[in-house]
Nanobody
Framework: QVQLVESGGGLVQPGGSLRLSCTAS????????MGWYRQAPGKQRELVAA??????NYAASAKGRFAISRDVAKNTVYLQMNSLKPEDTAVYYC????????????WGPGTQVTVSS
């Protein structure tokens, strides 16, 4: 059973930074794509950042502020968030995709990020 667990969320003031971590119970090599999604109250879950072995993609709102990376040895993917804004407030979820028929999605339980003064 593949398990993803996020950590690193919390309360931060506008303009501050946080680094989220997502650790897989198994190897990150199990996933073809790793990503971060977020969901604010009353809103749909949206993609923030994703990466494969060769490509990184970001939501327009995240470009220039957020960076996704991984440490294969630690089976961990990170989301570095800088210049945080109140609109970044949401529950952030780690996601892993396995390209099969159908695609298999694995989700962490989420970690709360609150940007407020």
């Amino acid at each position: 059973q593949v398990q993803l667990v996020e950590s690193g969320g919390g309360l931060v003031q506008p303009g501050g930074s946080l680094r989220l971590s997502c650790t897989a119970s198994g190897s990150l090599a199990s996933f073809d794509v790793m990503g971060w999604y977020r969901q604010a109250p009353g809103k749909q879950r949206e993609l923030v950042a994703a990466m494969s072995d060769s490509v990184r993609n970001y939501a327009a709102s995240a470009k220039g502020r957020f960076a996704i990376s991984r440490d294969v040895a630690k089976n961990t993917v990170y989301l570095q968030m800088n210049s945080l804004k109140p609109e970044d407030t949401a529950v952030y979820y780690c996601n892993g995709k396995i390209w099969a028929s159908p695609v298999y999605d694995y989700w962490g339980p989420g970690t709360q990020v609150t940007v407020s003064s």
